[in-house]
Structure formats: C-alpha cells, structure tokens
C-alpha cells in the first residue's frame, strides 16, 4: 500500500485551487515526493500568495476554472494527475451569490473534465462534499450509496451536479475519475473569515480575545477530519486503480460535539469571552453528522492517523505563526464583532 507515494515523483500534477488549505498541503506534498512540476491554478479569490508553497518544481498560474486562457495554459503542460479542488465555496456564500456558485462549481468542473478527456489524464480526483450528498435526513453513520434531492443550498447542489458530471465522463469517455466526498476539514493553511469553516473561525476568534459565537443547542455534531489525512487519501486516490469510478467518504469516522470543541479551542488558547448565543442559518438544517470510512478504508487502505486534540493543537500553533499574515488577510464584514484590528495574539 505504501508504494502509492512513489508514483509521484517525475510526475506533473495540475490542482485547481491549489492555493487553499486542503490544495497548498497536497502541492506541498507533491511536491516533496519529487513531482516534477506541480501547477497550481487558483484565481485568488479565496486564498494568499504566502500560502503557496515556494518550491522549485511547484508553479502558480493565476486564473479561474472558467477561464479557457487559463485552462489551456495549464492542460498544454501536460499534467497526468488533475486534482480539482477548485470551488465557490462554502454554504453560506453560495446562498448570497447562487450565480456565481453555479458559474464555478458547475461550469468550472464541466471545463475542467472536458480539458481532462481531450487530453488524456491518468487519473481525475474530484473534490466532492459528503455534507452535500446526503442532506439532512440520512441515517447515521453516512454510507455511499445513500444520497437525497432534498438538498438546502447552492453549493450541495453544484457538489452534487460536479459528481454527476464526473460520472457522465467515466461512462461516456472512460475517464479515469474518482471522487473523494470531504467532510469538515480543518487544520494548516485555511484563513478564516465570514464564508470560512468553523474551526479556524473559532481558534481566530479565540486569540483574538473574542467569545466563540455558537448557533445550535449544544448536541450538534461534525465529523473533522485533519488536512493531512485529507492529502494521504488524495494520494491514494491518484494512484489505486480499483478507485476508479467510485465515490468515497473521506473523514475522520469519529463524532464530535461543536460546543466541546468551541470549550475546548478556548481552554487550548486561554480564551477568557466564553461563548455566546448566535441566530441559527436557516439552511444549516444537519444535527449530526458522522460518515462511514469503509470504502476508502477497503478500497484505498485510507486510515486517519490525527487525533483530533492534536490536530487543534497542530493548528493553534499555526495560527501563532503566521498571526500577522492571518489577522491582515481574513475576511469578516468591516463593523461585525469577528471583525478585529490590533489584537495582540496570546502566546
């Protein structure tokens, strides 16, 4: 099983939104398993320049999946590996903007896969999102050959319409795709802000002085899943054949209580704010959430190795040391109480 980090080096790599969090450490990576040459096309609109590794054989070629200029820049370096990471993300944005959700995430994968086919790619990874697939009434633990129509935002939709595409392409071209179904990620690399995911929005918040703003009742769960294990189970994904044409849960399979972890990113940060009562989101409709890991368990040999209270460590840590690239570059509405200038971090 091992073999598959070896299959990289000589390789050329194309990530789409290679930029952010989950995409900087898999370029990383790549990278260091001796690619050679990881392009990373990302149009900046959710991401930072410092964030990209600076590597000899890692290059940035700034534009949108959308963009055809762009796509054939990259395409005519002929990548074997496509990692597409690339999306309007997340819930909430895509509820403000469904155009713009529908443009990226729809047409940008439609583009992506289309550059795939006529170029003839190895292998096709598709970033989906197992929060998107299943909607809210799926039994617990999540498994993949459940999915639901009854779907509470833009950005489910296009997840789900990005999967269907991918399908269309493997039965209709025989393109080599596979799709990796992500659950809430955490750790390195993600710059919090207002379209952000919870954790590195709380830790932020939480060295800021700031008390954690909480939406639920306090039984509601997430399954987070370490950046790291993320990048070994995309590795694994570009490599094993048997993962072709499959769909897999990518995730910690482990249950975690939203409020003890906003507790517990303030004890780890000596947060002193506490928490505080927010208006529900009317679409965040999910009590629970936990997925079932056998597929990518059995089909890929994916184990997440990160404990979670590690994984918060590992951040926090992050967090302290790139606090003033951090603080300047996150993104909250100018006057809201996330919105913070002139903290000092706690150390």
């Given at each position: ?10 390789k050329?790599v194309l990530?789409?939104?290679?930029a ?5 450490n ?26 990209i590794?600076?590597?000899p ?11 055809e200029?762009?796509?054939k820049r990259?395409?005519?370096l002929r ?26 995430n729809g047409l940008?994968?439609?583009?992506m ?5 006529m170029?003839?790619i190895?292998?096709f ?5 197992g929060?998107?697939?299943y909607?809210?009434a799926?039994?617990l ?8 129509m ?6 489910q939709?296009?997840?789900?319409l ?14 080599p795709v ?7 990620s955490?750790g390195?690399?993600e ?10 929005n709380?830790?932020f918040?939480a060295?800021s002085g700031l008390?954690?703003?909480f939406?639920g009742?306090?039984g509601?769960?997430?399954?987070f ?12 994904a ?12 990518i995730?910690s ?9 906003a507790?517990?990113?303030n004890e ?7 928490i ?14 936990l997925?079932?890991?056998d ?20 951040t926090?840590?992050?967090f ?7 603080q ?9 109480s996330?919105?913070?200038s ?6």
């Amino acid at each position: 099983m091992e073999n598959y980090q070896e299959y990289y080096a000589g390789k050329t790599v194309l990530i789409t939104g290679g930029a952010g969090a989950i995409g900087s450490n898999l370029t990383r990576t790549i990278a260091s398993l001796g690619a050679q040459r990881v392009i990373v096309l990302d149009d900046m609109s959710a991401a930072y320049l410092w964030n990209i590794p600076s590597l000899p054989n890692v290059l940035f070629v700034k534009g949108s999946v959308t963009d055809e200029i762009a796509l054939k820049r990259v395409f005519s370096l002929r990548p074997q590996v496509v990692y597409h990471l690339a999306a309007f993300f997340a819930n909430q944005n895509s509820v403000d903007y469904p155009e713009k959700d529908l443009h990226t995430n729809g047409l940008g994968t439609l583009l992506m896969l289309q550059y795939a086919q006529m170029n003839g790619i190895e292998r096709f990874v598709y970033a989906s999102s197992g929060c998107s697939i299943y909607g809210s009434a799926a039994p617990l633990p999540l498994k993949e050959e459940f999915m639901s129509m009854h779907l509470t935002t833009p950005y489910q939709i296009t997840k789900m319409l990005g999967e269907l595409y991918a399908n269309f392409f493997w039965h209709h071209y025989n393109l080599p795709v596979v799709k990796t179904r992500f659950f809430n990620s955490y750790g390195p690399g993600e710059v919090p802000g207002q379209y952000r995911n919870v954790i590195p929005n709380f830790i932020f918040w939480a060295l800021s002085g700031l008390p954690l703003p909480f939406t639920g009742t306090g039984g509601e769960t997430r399954d987070f899943t370490y950046v790291m294990d993320i990048v070994d189970a995309l590795l694994r994904a570009g490599y094993f054949e048997q993962a072709i044409g499959q769909e897999m849960n990518i995730a910690s399979g482990k249950e975690i209580n939203i409020l003890e972890m906003a507790e517990r990113i303030n004890e780890l940060t000596g947060n002193k704010a506490g928490i505080k009562r927010a208006p529900p989101r009317v679409w965040d409709t999910k009590k629970r959430l936990l997925a079932c890991i056998d597929r990518a368990d059995e089909i890929l040999g994916y184990k997440p190795k990160m404990k979670f209270e590690e994984g918060l460590d590992t951040t926090i840590q992050w967090f302290k040391d790139n606090w003033d690239a951090i603080q300047r570059d996150a993104e909250f509405p100018p006057g809201s109480s996330s919105a913070v200038s002139g903290m000092v971090v706690k150390k």
